[in-house]
């Protein structure tokens, strides 16, 4: 049975063109490459609908991309937060929590852990360069490539995450300026960065529930990298199993 997972579709409106709604390829190829079968939600689909969209799936995959409005989490406006589209924050919070609440296998990517944080309670350091001036640089994009290397995170031994990647210090790629500040209710810091910023989180008390700052999909020849994903999707496949048991129920014809 190939685990259904719920990736959201943002809106991307460019100059000169109506909106559309999408997801990077990168996303997509990395859970097919795993095992899942993506499945694209748009982030217009009404929020009372949540809970019966997410019954349908078996994991929910948060992806990168702009800020959450910091409305969200209680913080002011700072000048260098970009991106904002408060239809996407107000789907995946809703989301998140809905498939916490659901029990669903979890992973966040970058904004997406940043998601799972403030969906719990959690707020975010609105801007690390002028809110933690001494750490070091993360934003290596524009200018860099997405691959790049830029530094180091130590991952909490015994954590799922260190079993996943098996080992406990990496080196990752960085394009994020803000980070996870003051912990959401239930989740767990799992891997940190020389500086101290929040690099992983978990929820130790649930089924699957992971989120990295960094960009595991921009790294496909990694396969420390490639078992997070790899091991979502398992953690997904886990849920449909107990769902519906060893055979998915037969299509009826209308």
Not at 125 to 147: C, F, N, Q, T
Not at 148 to 154: C, D, T
Request: charged fraction near 20%; proline fraction near 7%.
């Amino acid at each position: 049975m190939i685990p259904r997972i719920a990736l959201v579709a943002f809106r991307i409106q460019k100059p000169g063109s109506t909106p559309t709604y999408s997801s990077r390829e990168e996303l997509v190829r990395a859970i097919l490459a795993a095992g899942g079968r993506p499945y694209l939600l748009p982030t217009a689909l009404p929020l009372d609908a949540i809970p019966e969209v997410m019954g349908e799936f078996d994991g929910l995959f948060i992806s990168g991309g702009g800020d959450i409005h910091p409305d969200f989490f209680g913080e002011e406006l700072h000048p260098s937060i970009d991106g904002i589209d408060r239809e996407r924050d107000q789907f995946e919070l809703a989301l998140c929590r809905q498939a916490v609440a659901m029990n669903k296998a979890i992973l966040g990517i970058c904004r997406g852990q940043q998601v799972l944080n403030v969906a719990l309670g959690g707020n975010l350091v609105v801007d690390i360069p002028s809110m933690l001036p001494e750490a070091g640089k993360h934003r290596w994009w524009p200018g860099y490539k997405r691959s790049r290397l830029s530094h180091s995170v130590q991952v909490e031994k015994g954590s799922r995450l260190a079993d996943i990647m098996g080992g406990t210090k990496f080196g990752v790629n960085s394009l994020h300026h803000q980070s996870v500040k003051d912990l959401g209710e239930g989740v767990k810091i799992v891997a940190t960065a020389p500086d101290g910023v929040i690099e992983a989180l978990e929820m130790p008390g649930k089924h699957f529930v992971l989120s990295v700052q960094w960009h595991p999909e921009w790294l496909p020849d990694s396969e420390p990298m490639q078992r997070i994903f790899k091991a979502f999707v398992e953690a997904s496949g886990r849920h449909a199993k107990r769902k519906f048991g060893s055979t998915p129920p037969a299509l009826t014809a209308c």
